[in-house]
């Protein structure tokens, strides 16, 4: 499936020596599952640069397939397909595509980044010990957005494994990135002149992502990204990612087209906990407070009150040991200060 074409001319009137001195042994990696349209324009907008040396695009099982027939004639331009994929694994997606580069720096783009020229020139990338990214976890300003865009050398990349793949869903999986890449080399805000992203609802976002099980049942994709945010960040603790960590391994069926033979999962006795975390999390985001030590029954129960018109039956339910709590607390610090002064 991944073959060559003519490049197509640049906007620019350089020598290929001169392009050569500019891309820096560059590789942008985009995944895409049915992103289709979005991708071809932000690839056609990357192939008028001289910025890179090649450009991995993994079709993650999109239906139908993407074919060379929709992206830009530029032969820098790597096409390779995974299929067999019902939903969408950012992790795992994003390892694949980062196997499949070959240069010494990667940017990582999403399917719905527009970058113009301004962003290669506004960032120093080519640092062999700096990664660039918008880490909210550094103090600084997040763009929710452009949180997947981000630029890397390669061998740090390698040298932490790349993505955590036991994470999956919404959320969580880029910081867990962040502050393993910060361990190996240092961390610097990017600098986003010169990108804008194709706007997309967060119903779309989700829909191909494992969390779409909560759609059938509540509307509230605030409370969704929370509740797996909090599971991906308790699963990145207890399992914690490396280069010696389990990752997918897929067979070549056909030229350019691959398939998952094995993935890493989450070990069994760990499930009910991985559930607990995440339905917990989803209770205490729609009742807009914390409801502390609970069992695993109580949290489904409190789970269906808080999508139903009850939903104030299990808010009462929560705050009324927080108040009796707080009653027991003050009265206890109360009396140790009158004991106190007695004893003085």
Not at 77 to 85: A, F
Not at 134 to 152: A, C, Q, R
Request: with cysteine; net charge positive; aromatic share 12%.
């Amino acid at each position: 499936m991944c073959c060559n074409h003519n490049l197509r001319m640049f906007p620019y009137h350089k020598s290929k020596k001169e392009i050569a001195k500019k891309n820096n042994g560059l590789s942008i990696v985009t995944v895409s599952m049915n992103r289709t349209p979005d991708l071809c324009e932000t690839a056609r907008k990357l192939s008028q640069y001289p910025y890179h040396m090649e450009h991995v695009i993994i079709d993650w099982s999109s239906a139908p397939p993407i074919t060379f027939n929709d992206l830009p004639r530029d032969k820098r331009i790597k096409l390779y397909r995974v299929s067999g994929e019902k939903k969408w694994h950012l992790t795992r997606a994003y390892n694949f595509g980062f196997r499949m580069a070959n240069g010494a720096y990667i940017l990582k783009a999403d399917a719905d980044a527009l970058i113009d020229k301004e962003f290669f020139q506004n960032n120093e990338w080519q640092q062999i010990n700096v990664f660039l990214a918008n880490d909210p976890t550094m103090g600084d300003t997040f763009v929710k957005s452009l949180t997947g865009l981000f630029f890397v050398p390669r061998t740090r990349l390698l040298e932490i494994g790349g993505f955590n793949e036991y994470l999956d869903g919404w959320g969580y999986d880029d910081i867990d990135l962040f502050t393993r890449l910060r361990r190996v080399c240092n961390y610097q805000r990017i600098n986003f002149t010169g990108v804008k992203t194709i706007p997309q609802s967060d119903e779309e976002r989700i829909k191909n992502t494992i969390d779409a099980i909560y759609l059938t049942r509540n509307r509230n994709l605030a409370a969704v990204k929370c509740a797996n945010s909090d599971k991906n960040r308790w699963v990145a603790y207890v399992l914690m990612w490396s280069n010696t960590s389990p990752k997918s391994l897929y067979e070549k069926r056909e030229e350019g087209d691959w398939i998952a033979k094995s993935i890493p999962k989450i070990p069994d006795h760990l499930l009910p906990k991985v559930e607990y975390v995440k339905r917990k999390a989803f209770v205490e985001y729609m009742l807009g407070i914390k409801i502390g030590s609970c069992s695993q029954e109580d949290v489904k129960r409190m789970e269906w009150l808080v999508q139903t018109k009850y939903r104030f039956i299990a808010k009462t339910a929560a705050i009324l040991p927080r108040i009796l709590n707080k009653i027991i607390r003050v009265a206890a610090i109360n009396i140790a200060h009158i004991k106190y002064k007695q004893k003085k």
